[in-house]
């Protein structure tokens, strides 16, 4: 056991003590030098402040603001790694999706399981039936209700109207209280992917859409690859 812990096994650690043992050891502070940028040692000569004194201080803040900018960004190279291979998940369950009801349990489980969605809805455009249990189709006559949601191409977030609501999530739109909308893009319109939260502020109109533009972008070529072959 070294002078150190015998120090601190005694009852009580005492300003004295502390001071007999960097008497005893004026070397101590060379094996600990992180404590040297804890310590605060006054320069002060009546009510003036030593010049090195406050280079010390500034220095000190500066330190701590940098520790304080590099966990931050190191908290979000964590969160970004998340999301990447949370990303990955969903792009690689697509990719191996054959049928539209392969692609709608692949966004169900990464929306729902992996970003914390609460419901999913895929609704396509088609004049005819799809082959499909799980993706409601809407023909063009009838997408008046869904048109201003369609007609920048772009995604939105935030809480739909009353009728909105109910039209994409139906049963379950009682529970919806924020959604956001993705329309799927590939040439032509093909659809809608909805996206619905039992919190109302899970979706805000002022967030960033960035990975609802990419989802929608992969899932757009998936379903246009999908159809394609129901065609042949």
């Not at 010390?56 to 940098?66: A, H, I, V």
């Not at 996206?195 to 609802?212: A, R």
Request: some cysteine; hydrophobic content about 40%; glycine content about 4%.
């Amino acid at each position: 056991m070294n002078d150190a812990s015998e120090v601190l096994e005694q009852t009580e650690v005492t300003a004295d003590l502390v001071a007999d043992y960097l008497a005893a050891h004026p070397d101590f502070f060379s094996q600990y030098t992180h404590l040297l940028e804890k310590l605060y040692v006054p320069h002060q000569r009546g009510n003036a402040v030593s010049l090195v004194e406050r280079q010390t201080s500034l220095l000190r803040e500066r330190n701590q603001q940098l520790h304080g900018h590099l966990s931050d960004m190191i908290d979000a190279a964590r969160h970004n790694d998340v999301q990447f291979e949370k990303t990955k998940r969903m792009v690689l369950a697509l990719l191996e999706a054959w049928t539209l009801d392969d692609v709608a349990v692949a966004i169900e489980e990464s929306l729902c399981r992996d970003f914390y969605g609460d419901e999913t809805v895929l609704l396509l455009f088609s004049e005819r039936s799809l082959d499909s249990n799980s993706v409601r189709t809407l023909a063009r006559a009838e997408d008046s209700l869904v048109q201003p949601l369609i007609e920048t191409n772009l995604p939105s977030c935030g809480q739909l109207s009353e009728a909105m609501n109910r039209f994409l999530f139906q049963e379950r739109s009682v529970k919806v209280q924020s959604a956001a909308v993705v329309p799927l893009v590939k040439g032509d319109t093909l659809g809608l992917l909805a996206i619905g939260s039992h919190d109302p502020n899970y979706f805000q109109s002022s967030q960033g859409t960035l990975f609802l533009s990419y989802v929608g972008e992969v899932l757009s070529r998936v379903i246009c690859r999908i159809l394609q072959e129901q065609e042949r």
